[in-house]
């Protein structure tokens, strides 16, 4: 059984660096042909794909926030963690953590989120973007 939980500041100043960690408990995140995914939902929208770090390290980002956007993990701590940067109000969100079982083939060559293909999620955080 795999579990994800999402950690990190619930309250982001515009401008500023919202950073996420998911920690993965139940396997390694290096072992096995998955991706390691950031998934967001707005108030009152739907599910969007941020990106993804897949097993060996290569990461995807949504090219409308890729400018903006890191995902890195450390193994050791078998965690994944999200930078977006330059934050406003607009990235408001229910942040969450899921592993992509297509190893994120299938979301990165749609151009969206395929969330069929996510079969483990967080719980998810609000991250609201205020001063």
């Known amino acids: 059984q795999v579990q994800l939980q999402e950690s990190g500041p619930g309250l982001v100043k515009p401008s500023q660096t919202l950073s996420l960690t998911c920690t993965v408990a139940g396997g390694p995140i290096t072992d096995g042909y998955y991706a390691w995914s950031w998934i967001r939902q707005p108030p009152g929208k739907g599910l969007e794909w941020v990106g993804h770090i897949a097993y060996d390290g290569s990461t995807y980002y949504s090219p409308s926030l890729k400018s903006r956007t890191e995902i890195s993990r450390d193994p050791l701590k078998n965690q994944f963690s999200l930078q977006l940067s330059s934050v406003t109000p607009e990235d408001t969100a229910v942040y969450y953590c899921?592993?992509?079982?297509?190893?994120?083939?299938?979301?990165?060559?749609?151009?969206?989120?395929?969330?069929?293909?996510?079969?483990?999620w967080g719980r998810g955080t609000l991250v609201t973007v205020s001063s």
């Open positions: 899921a592993r992509d079982k297509s190893a994120g083939i299938n979301t990165v060559m749609a151009g969206t989120l395929q969330a069929e293909d996510m079969d483990y």
